[in-house]
């Protein structure tokens, strides 16, 4: 069984057509990665200050304890819990018991005077 000339024709055809769809897919996907080559970058190479720049840090008044002295509110902020290896919660839980034996301290000596 001998294909016609007609019929190699045609496969030639489609096979080049073929040929030319992959090369043109392969030139596309090589276009495209190269442009976001440029455009992105790894995270591993951001400098400190990218980072700062793409992040963001939730800021809550409960994380200040707030003095007012002299007309001017200073908010203190000291990362307790870090510094002596303590969960958050018990060093809250200290500072409230810490506040609240000065405030009847301070109760029980205002009614002295």
Same mark, same amino acid.
């Given at each position: 069984?001998?294909?016609?000339?007609?019929? +190699?024709?045609?496969?030639?055809? %489609?096979?080049? %057509?073929?040929?030319?769809?992959? +090369?043109?897919?392969?030139?596309?996907?090589?276009?495209?990665?190269? +442009?976001?080559?440029? +455009?992105? *970058?790894?995270?591993?190479?951001?400098?400190?200050?990218?980072?700062?720049?793409?992040? *963001?840090?939730?800021?809550?008044?409960?994380?200040?304890?707030? %003095? %007012?002295?002299?007309?001017?509110? *200073?908010?203190?902020?000291?990362?307790?819990?870090?510094?002596?290896?303590?969960?958050?919660?018990?060093?809250?839980?200290?500072?409230?018991?810490?506040?609240?034996?000065?405030?009847?301290?301070?109760?029980?000596?205002?009614?002295?005077?």
């Amino acid at each position: 069984m001998h294909t016609s000339d007609y019929e +190699r024709t045609i496969e030639h055809q %489609f096979d080049s %057509f073929c040929k030319i769809v992959l +090369r043109n897919h392969a030139r596309n996907i090589y276009t495209e990665t190269k +442009r976001r080559n440029e +455009r992105l *970058i790894s995270l591993e190479l951001l400098t400190p200050a990218q980072w700062n720049q793409l992040s *963001i840090l939730d800021d809550y008044d409960s994380d200040y304890i707030c %003095f %007012f002295t002299h007309n001017f509110d *200073i908010q203190v902020n000291a990362d307790i819990a870090t510094l002596m290896n303590l969960a958050e919660s018990t060093v809250h839980y200290h500072k409230n018991n810490a506040l609240n034996e000065l405030k009847k301290f301070l109760e029980e000596h205002l009614n002295e005077n």
